[in-house]
C-alpha cells in the first residue's frame, strides 16, 4: 500500500516549482517595456555581481 501512494506523488514538486516559477517570472516582467522594471533592474544586479565576484577571483594571491 505504501509502495504504490509513493510511486502516484512523483513528479509532483517539480510541476507546482514549474508553475511558480513561471508565475514570478511573469509577475516580475510585466513593466519590461521601460528599462526599470524589476526584472530589468534584477538582472542588472547579478550582472554587477557576477562582475565583482570574477574581478575579485582574478587578482593574484
Request: one cysteine or more; charged letters at 15%.
Amino acid at each position: 500500500m505504501k509502495r504504490m501512494f509513493r510511486k502516484g506523488c512523483q513528479g509532483q514538486s517539480m510541476t507546482e516549482y514549474v508553475v511558480v516559477c513561471a508565475a514570478l517570472a511573469m509577475a516580475l516582467g510585466i513593466g519590461m517595456v521601460d528599462d526599470q522594471s524589476v526584472l530589468w533592474q534584477l538582472l542588472q544586479a547579478f550582472q554587477l555581481g557576477y562582475k565583482k565576484y570574477s574581478f575579485a577571483l582574478s587578482i593574484p594571491t
